[in-house]
Nanobody, 117 residues
Framework: QVQLVESGGGLVQPGGSLRLFCAAS????????MAWYRQAPGKERELVAF???????HYEDFVKGRFTISRNSAKDTVYLQMNSLKSEDTAVYYC???????????WGQGTQVTVSS
């Protein structure tokens, strides 16, 4: 089992920045990939970015050049640095961990990000 806890969300003006945190605990050795997803009101949950165990990263086009995913050396905390925020970035952001050993996705409870003037 893997437990994920997000923090760092809040209200920010357009053009501002926020940094999200995801703390993982439990069987973190089984995690192959960690990711951030988001879900805006009335929309489906969508991938934002992910980072693999080898440190490789992937970003969806709508955040490229603005968001950066990273993790600490212990691989138990993942960050999402969000710059140049837009109103359309408003959503609940969820941390995700995937384990190939158990073929399971784990999810955090989500953190609200609101971009508004």
């Amino acid at each position: 089992q893997v437990q994920l806890v997000e923090s760092g969300g809040g209200l920010v003006q357009p053009g501002g920045s926020l940094r999200l945190f995801c703390a993982a605990s439990g069987s973190i050795f089984s995690i192959n990939r960690m990711a951030w997803y988001r879900q805006a009101p009335g929309k489906e949950r969508e991938l934002v970015a992910f980072i693999g165990n080898d440190g490789s990263t992937h970003y969806e086009d709508f955040v490229k050049g603005r968001f950066t995913i990273s993790r600490n050396s212990a691989k138990d905390t993942v960050y999402l640095q969000m710059n140049s925020l837009k109103s359309e970035d408003t959503a609940v952001y969820y941390c995700n961990a995937f384990s190939a050993a158990t073929v399971r996705d784990y999810w955090g409870q989500g953190t609200q990000v609101t971009v508004s003037s």
